[in-house]
């Protein structure tokens, strides 16, 4: 009953934000908090994420280590043993996570954007719906609704930018924007990469670029992702998992 309402009261926020004219972007999965992010004091998030990505690693170290006793160190074993206490981990990582995400409603994200875009941004990005992410060996998939205000210099369909912060440029992502020149206001969702917790927790800006610089920063943080995930695999004892 708890998700059912969480859920419907999910697809009510973000039904009320196209119904003011905000423009849709991406779509998540399995929404377990969402609050009115106008009954909230705005505050300055000092993470996109929040504690989440730390709150789910937690729960799968807690779960490796038990695989790891009971299958010793055959890595296939281990694996199906997490398989089977997946679920039962995800329920206690949601749980551990529903006030840090209520508390993250209506706070307030910083965006800043290099010059010469043919679009200025609004300094300041509300937290309106967070999604979170199914239980993984590394990181989550954790989605972010965040309200973004752009004033067109020229029409431009697409926004880009990369995640940055105290661990340097993390990931980077697109927003679609409506054909116009008129100030509008989009509902972008950032997307948690597959890393670990410290550096999606390191992401406290939405930095905005043009298409060149996302290419080449695309590829750089690509890279980077492989190497986080090897060296989780490894630490967790799945070190075949840093070959896939």
Known sequence: MKKIIYIFAAAWVLMSACKGGIMSAGAGSDSTAVTDSDSLQARVLTSVFGSVPSIYENEMRIITEQARQEAGNNVSN????????????????????????????????????????????????????????????????????????????SVAEKAYYVLTGSEGKISTGVVPLPLTKQPTKVTAVIVAPNAPAKYLEACSEIHFIDQKTFNKLREFVKDRQKIWRATYAKELGLAEESEE
């Open 78 to 153: 281990m694996r199906g043993i997490m398989a089977n206490l997946a679920d039962s981990a995800y329920e206690v990582a949601e749980d551990k996570s529903l006030n840090e995400i209520v508390g993250m409603q209506g706070g307030i994200v910083r965006c800043t954007a290099e010059n010469g875009l043919p679009y200025k941004v609004a300094p300041e990005a509300h937290v309106l719906t967070v999604l979170l992410p199914k239980l993984r060996n590394v990181g989550g998939e954790e989605r972010v609704f965040v309200q973004m205000e752009f004033t067109p210099d």
